[in-house]
């Protein structure tokens, strides 16, 4: 638990939390945040669009009998978390939270409170690095990867720029079928010039950025089963609502998700 909170140095989870309108973060992070809102202004609205489908993908995969989770990229806790959506639905949900944030590390305890038939857990881990997290104790003691597991990688895979595939192929690889894999990431095919200066302001800042096309992030779904309506915005990723968002909206939030079954 001893991880070094470099507080002149920002973090990716610590900007996305001012994002979301957070209080844990810190000057150098508030000074990027804005900065990255100078180049894309709707970054906020994007923010809370990706956690809007947190919570309607978890409910699915809950309402899907999915009873164990695996969230990699959690960031700082912003209620409802996913183990809340999830119990809410089947309290007897499992969900292991990864993050590579000592910020989010020393916030883990909000994160493991669990339903009193479910059960949560934190591992401090690095996405890149899937044999890590998979046979780390704290994993094998809460998650029986021979039943389905929902895998969740949501705002992440935009700050991966190491090979996403061979990434997904890794987890994917130990998990059962019938496991779910949801994602969630930013792409520059609706409004290019500001996404793309936004990664711009975070590889200057020394944080990783790689933002992907459709046909990018469709491939991460080869051989899965894609969940209707397939690989698209987050808000037309079921949403309830009966009004057809606007394609200036999808300019504004700039992601794409999907939610995938394997077979």
Known sequence: MGKEILLDQPQTSRIYDYFLGGKDNYEADRVAAEEILKAWPDIRLAA???????????RFLAESGIR???DIGTGIPTEPNLHQIAQETAPDS??????????????????????AQGATTYIHGDVTDPKSILNAPELTEILDLTEPV???????????????????SAFLNALAPGSYLVICTITADFAPE??????????????????????EVTAWFTGLDLVDPGVVPPHRWRLEETTEPSSSFDAKVSCYSGVARKR
């Open 68 to 70: 164990q989770f695996l």
């Open 150 to 168: 929902g895998l969740s990688m949501i705002a992440l895979l935009h700050f991966v720029e190491a090979s996403v595939p061979d990434i997904v």
């Open 94 to 115: 499992r969900v292991v939270y990864v993050d590579n944030d000592p910020v989010v590390l020393a916030h883990a305890r909000a994160l493991m409170a669990a339903s």
């Open 48 to 58: 809370r669009v990706n956690r809007q489908f947190m919570h309607r993908s978890t």
């Open 194 to 215: 500001q996404v793309s200066a936004a990664q711009d302001v975070y590889r200057v800042r020394k944080l990783p950025a790689q933002v992907r096309t459709r046909d």
